[in-house]
């Protein structure tokens, strides 16, 4: 995508998971399985991840992007996603702000809210961004659309055995 100003967008995406609130909270806070469904999925390479799930700490992933995705850069291109933590909630409620990458060029800027409730005796996941894209951006379908893939990746990871 190629823009000359900032362009704005909100979405929400709504996915509901067999497990408890918890258990999709700690899929977020703890470093070694949100690796796993967060950055080791959708064909990237991980070249680093380090997680401080803490409110004003920090999440930093670099990564190389697998491709196959229409509109999204090319195989092997590195990017990077630097995430500060604002408000965090245990089982309830994560607010982050965070910047995507292309290689040093920062193509976008988010607020996002993830809000989780108890359904039956499983989660619903609220999951809200507000974003600007920049120049070299991936745009918001593309955004919405990997999201949407993350959180397909997060019910897999909070529903596997063992």
């Known amino acids: 995508m190629t823009i000359d100003a900032a362009v704005h967008t909100t979405f929400v995406l709504e996915r509901t998971y067999p497990v408890p609130p918890a258990r999709v909270f700690a899929a977020f806070a703890t470093e070694a399985v949100k690796r796993r469904w967060f950055v080791d999925s959708l064909g990237k390479s991980a070249a680093s991840f380090t ?15 697998g491709g196959g995705v229409p509109g999204a850069p090319p195989a092997g291109t ?27 060029h920062r193509m976008s800027a988010s607020l996002a809210t993830v809000e989780l409730t108890a359904y039956g005796k499983g989660t619903r996941l609220t999951f809200t961004e ?6 070299r951006s991936d745009g918001p379908e593309l955004r919405k659309e990997g999201w949407g893939q993350l959180l397909k990746r997060l019910g897999d990871e909070v529903t596997r055995e063992g």
């Open 51 to 65: 997680l401080d799930f803490r409110v004003g700490g920090t999440e930093k992933s670099r990564f190389k992007f």
């Open 78 to 104: 590195e990017m990077g996603n630097d995430t500060t933590y604002l408000a965090i909630v245990p089982d309830r409620r994560i607010v982050f702000a965070y910047v995507m990458l292309v290689g040093d």
């Open 130 to 135: 507000q974003a600007a894209f920049f120049e």
